[in-house]
Structures are given as structure tokens and as C-alpha cells.
């Protein structure tokens, strides 16, 4: 089983949409999450960091459930541009290192 | 906001050379520095953690001597793929962090050996 789990989609929604996305960490002792956004043959950017009480940035929402260990991302209003693979992200605090989700793929259609 | 920059972005060589990749943090000094490897339709996989003034620490499967990483300074890090086969071909990505600070990314080398 991977450590982090995402739906690898594609998920092809309408623009204005509201879509969300899920994620399974199976370490316990993971303490960080982040959403990145990659797009095709880039690098890895920050979306958001994930916080307990839940957080928002926009039309980003983000979820973090330690109960169940998943994450969830929520994106409001679709447009076109947020078309790219969604990655989520665990880290273990002391080592600082990322373990990465194989990233849900969305498509935003005119 | 933080940038890490990455070069070269693309390298295209015979089977048998070796190559080096920069990966250097141009606005703040980086406490730590990550390499990656990203095959086609999949997620990246840390290959080794990188410390200024300390040696690498490799993932499981990760071979050290075929991946030499310098960090030569809190900006810092090279990574040179020895000898490198056509199954080397692939995705290569630095990241840059400090304090509790997330990893910023560089752009990203892709690598292709013929």
C-alpha cells in the first residue's frame, strides 16, 4: 500500500464547477500535508498547506481529518487555468521530507 | 517569494556520460536540499537529502555512487548522474527549505540519454 493515496482521475469538469479532491496517508506520525499543483513537465508548486482547523485561500479550500488520516481540497468555481495534476503531500516532523501522492489529474472544460 | 533555480533544463547525451545538475536557492539560504527523480505518469520519489557541510543521505534503492551529490553551500547542491544508461532518462527535480518553511521547487532537469 503507498503511504499516500490519491484517485488519479482524470477528472473533467465543467468551468464554474466546484470539485473535490480526497487523499489517504497511512503514517500516523505524519504531521505536515501541503497541496502542490504540478502542470504537464513542471515542477511542483506550493497551492497551500493544510492545516487542522481546516484552511482557506481563495477559491482553495483545504481539509485535514488525523481521525481518518485523509486530506481533501476543494476548488470552487473552476477555470479554465486550474486545469494540472493536484499532489498531495505528507511530512514526518524532524525529517522534513515529503512523501508524495501520484497526483489527481483535472480537466477544466469551456 | 522564495525561488530555487535549476540548471540545466534539459540535457540530451550518449550513454556513458556523466552529468551534473545545479540546483541553487537564490533568495534565502537553505537548510536543506532534496533531489528527486519523476518518471513519466508517475509521482516523485525522493532520491536523497542533502546538507550543507554533511554527506547525502540516500533513499532505499537509491545507489549512492551512481548519484553524487555535492553541497557545497547553504545555496548550494549538485547532483551528478555517473556514467548515466538509458534507464537514467528522466525527470530530475531539486527543492530548497528553511526553517519550517515548505520545500520551493526548481524548474527541473530533463535528462534523456540516447
Known amino acids: 500500500r503507498k503511504e499516500v493515496e490519491q484517485d488519479p482521475g482524470p477528472f473533467n469538469v465543467p468551468e464554474g464547477a466546484t470539485v473535490a479532491f480526497n487523499c489517504t496517508y497511512s503514517?500516523?506520525?505524519?504531521?505536515?500535508f501541503f497541496w502542490y499543483r504540478q502542470d504537464c513537465r513542471k515542477e511542483p508548486k506550493l497551492l497551500m498547506s493544510v492545516y487542522s482547523s481546516g484552511n482557506e485561500d481563495g477559491r482553495f479550500t483545504a481539509q485535514l481529518n488525523r481521525a481518518s488520516q485523509y486530506i481533501s481540497l476543494l476548488i470552487r468555481d473552476s477555470k479554465l487555468s486550474d486545469s494540472a495534476t493536484y499532489l498531495c503531500v505528507s511530512s514526518t516532523s524532524g525529517t522534513y521530507k515529503y512523501i508524495f501522492g501520484t497526483g489527481t489529474r483535472l480537466k477544466v472544460l469551456a | 517569494g522564495a525561488v530555487v533555480s535549476q540548471h540545466p533544463s534539459r540535457v540530451i547525451c550518449k550513454s556513458g556520460t556523466s552529468v551534473k545538475i545545479e540546483c541553487r536557492s537564490l533568495?534565502?539560504?537553505?537548510?536543506?536540499m532534496f533531489w528527486y527523480r519523476q518518471f513519466p505518469k508517475q509521482s516523485l520519489m525522493l532520491m536523497a537529502t542533502s546538507n550543507e557541510g554533511s554527506k547525502a543521505t540516500y533513499e532505499q534503492g537509491v545507489e549512492k555512487d551512481k548519484f553524487l551529490i555535492n553541497h557545497a553551500s547553504l545555496t548550494l547542491s549538485t547532483l551528478t548522474v555517473t556514467s548515466a544508461h538509458p534507464e537514467d532518462s528522466s525527470f530530475y527535480i531539486c527543492?530548497?527549505?528553511?526553517?519550517?518553511?515548505?520545500?520551493?521547487f526548481g524548474d527541473g532537469t530533463r535528462l534523456s540519454i540516447l
Open positions: 527543492s530548497a527549505r528553511t526553517g519550517s518553511q515548505p520545500q520551493h
Open positions: 533568495d534565502f539560504q537553505a537548510t536543506t
Open positions: 503514517n500516523s506520525a505524519s504531521q505536515s
